[in-house]
């Protein structure tokens, strides 16, 4: 360890991001959690973490000395993510949701995070690359999963001020499915979320639409768009190859062509 050479000592010490409030946490998946929530990840997986940041840094900053870094994977429901500078070391805070994300993603959060610390530009590819991975569904999904498993789960019900999802579904069900497929709770989600706008809970066969398509300036296709989506994922369960969870797989995409409104349903997505 090395300490009171680096040339950054003489700023005051930054934090690029608030601190999220402490929570109390308990066990999942057998993954040893300190009493302050602090995930307790494997060696392996944490020195590849670290290289990566020290990789990071030696781009952004070529010549001064790499700091000694200290990450963890915190339990967070966001993809929070703090950094700070104490003593010339650089404390991360991951979220446990970025634990099995691709290097590239961690490459690109090592290199936002750093470069925000010592004011330096963001390159564009590491923020759009980070930016897709967060906006990706199965972020979305596996945020929403655990949001709901750690906090009450409250159900809207199927019908809305302008829709109501079980008749919705039903239809849908006769013209595209040979009414075959069986119907799951299907309910208006809490906030009218613009980031999370349906999925399919498996564990409470359960689908969930936002609330933000329960307007009248929401167009009948919309509504329907989203919720065969969710019903294509009853009909396609997500096959798992070697570590890889495939989600959209080509019989999935194949059958979402099917709907005939498709393009002008995904144009009103990208507009809300
Ligand atoms: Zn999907």
Redesign the pocket.
Known sequence: MLRGLFDFLSKSPVEAAPVPAARTLSRTRGTKTSSRGTLLISEKVAADVVSIFEQEYRVLRPRAPIPEFHIRFRRFVSLNTTIRLRDGQLHVSLSDLLEGAPDTVLHAIAHILIAKIYKKPISAAHNHRYKRFQYS?AVARQTEQIRSSRGAKRFSGPEGRYYNLEEVFDSLNERFFHGLLGRPQLTWSEQAAKRLLG??DAAHNTIVVSRVFDRPSSPRYAVEYLLY??M??LKHPVSVRGTRRC??GKAFKADEKLFPELDKALAFLKRL
């Open positions: 569904e999925h399919y989506h969710e294509l994922h989600v959209h």
